[in-house]
């Protein structure tokens, strides 16, 4: 179901990619706060789908910059004490208000630390974002099945996903390499480890090598 709306979702900012200049420009989607809507001028926020669109559409080399410093704006204060994210939404004139929790917390943490550590700046993440990184690494790093080596979707819900712990895989990925960028080279050996860690246990966990194909 995820992947569907992510598919619509992503079909529908696509219009709004200016083709010339490169520039990734949610006109209708991104509010004039920096929240970005999961419908056109829709007053409800999914932070999964927001951040995920800004990711694919940077690494398609568009220029996300203006829309994703909006976004991170928006979104740092409203992260929990835990680390994590919800759901948002509104009536007409009124603040926003989180109104749901995430649909999988291991899927949300992980792309919203790939955020932070791809867009940091050579010097390193910002002092602003550095809180934020230290409460979602500790957050997604609860999620680890110690025994299985794998991603639970939250804490209150200890089922992993093929999907979701790809995800984590990737942002491990770019977060190593963004640490690499940074001169952390301790840092981005340690993340790279991690990450070695999570794909042996993705395999182990979700491939059946009778039917030579992966569980979601």
């Known amino acids: 179901m995820r992947g569907t709306i992510l598919l619509l979702f992503l079909s529908s900012l696509a219009l709004c990619a200016s083709t ?8 209708g989607y991104q509010l004039p706060d920096g929240a970005i809507s999961l419908q056109h001028h829709g007053d409800y926020i999914e ?11 940077q690494e398609a080399g568009l220029d996300v910059r203006q829309p994703l410093q ?27 208000k989180l109104c749901a929790a995430a649909d999988a917390d291991d899927s949300m943490l992980a ?3 790939q955020l932070l550590y791809t867009n940091a ?20 790093a609860g999620l680890r099945n110690r025994r299985l080596g794998v991603y639970h979707i939250s804490g209150s819900n200890h089922v992993a ?3 979701d712990n790809i995800e984590v895989y990737s942002a491990l990925i770019a977060i190593a390499r963004a640490q690499e960028r940074f001169g952390e080279t301790d840092g981005a ?11 042996l246990s993705i395999k182990r966990v979700f491939w059946n090598k009778h039917a030579e194909w992966f569980r979601p």
Not at 82 to 92: D, E, I, L, T
Request: with cysteine.
């Open 121 to 140: 700046p050579d010097s390193g993440l910002p002092p602003e974002w550095q809180q934020s990184v230290r409460k979602a690494r500790a957050s997604l």
């Open 47 to 57: 932070p999964y789908f927001a951040t995920k669109a800004l990711l694919l559409a």
């Open 20 to 27: 010339t200049a490169r520039e990734f420009n949610p006109n």
């Open 161 to 163: 996903l093929l999907m």
């Open 111 to 113: 792309l919203w630390l």
């Open 189 to 199: 050996r340690s993340t790279y480890a991690e990450a070695e860690k999570l794909n």
């Open 70 to 96: 909006q976004w991170i704006q928006w979104l740092l204060p409203r992260q929990d004490k835990h680390g994590g994210f919800g759901r948002y939404c509104r009536k007409p004139g009124t603040d926003w």
